[in-house]
């Protein structure tokens, strides 16, 4: 298991900023810290790319989980936008300072 940081943490009890219509379970005590793909094996990209996502919406964008005919393009997009909104909610707590 990777390192805990204060963000990674932080998403403990946080509303899933992913919201993949249909498939969300909108259970705050399912939340983690979903990273963007990209670290390569074993290695995670920056806390600065990620986003509080529960875990069936994490599922999806890992891609363990196929979300019926919802074009890849539209999780990435979802994905991008849920990484928008966590960094100003790491904004609002002091975790991102600019």
């Known amino acids: 298991m990777a390192k805990q940081t204060k963000i990674t943490k932080s998403a403990r009890g946080q509303d899933c900023q992913i919201r993949i219509p249909g498939y969300c379970n909108r259970n705050p005590e399912t939340v983690v810290f979903c990273h963007l793909s990209g670290g390569g094996i074993g290695a995670k990209v920056s806390d600065i790319h990620g986003a509080y996502g529960c ?3 994490h599922d999806i ?5 196929k ?7 539209d999780i990435d997009l979802w994905f991008l936008e849920a990484v928008i909104r966590t960094q100003l909610l790491l904004i609002e707590q002091g975790l991102i300072k600019l």
């Open 55 to 57: 875990s069936d919406c």
């Open 61 to 65: 964008v890992d891609r363990r989980v």
């Open 67 to 73: 979300a019926g005919r919802i074009a890849k393009e």
